[in-house]
């Protein structure tokens, strides 16, 4: 299956009128990925509990100021159609991280 047709858990933030996404694969949501000594909460609060498909995920993404992701499916789709570079994804252990900043 496509990254495109899977859901992933999402939410939108607006911090100063500005939007912010935060998006992850669903198995991380609620744990800590725990990484030399950072321990990283993929929490509901921020990552939401809403369920979004990957053409949502990526209309959302391209309009955000702020698109924050975390999860391989998440950051494989964002590379795929072109939003991320595959060399500015960071990896915490097995993990990957990307965050998209427009200014």
């Known amino acids: 299956?496509?990254?495109e047709n899977e859901e992933f858990s999402c939410k939108m933030h607006n911090a100063s009128g500005k939007?912010?996404?935060a998006v992850c694969d669903?198995?991380?949501l609620g744990k800590t990925i725990k990484y030399r000594d950072i321990d990283f909460a993929v929490s509901s609060s921020f990552y939401g509990n809403r369920r979004?498909?990957?053409q949502e995920i990526l209309e959302k993404a391209r309009k955000?100021?702020?698109v924050n992701v975390v999860g391989k499916r998440i950051v494989e789709l964002l590379?795929?159609?072109k939003l991320v570079?595959?060399?500015s994804v960071l990896w915490m252990g097995d993990v990957p991280h990307v965050q998209i900043v427009r200014i």
């Open 52 to 54: 979004a498909g990957g």
């Open 64 to 66: 955000a100021v702020i």
């Open 19 to 21: 939007s912010i996404l």
């Open 79 to 81: 590379v795929k159609n």
């Open 26 to 28: 669903v198995e991380l």
């Open 85 to 87: 570079d595959g060399g």
């Open 1 to 3: 299956m496509s990254s």
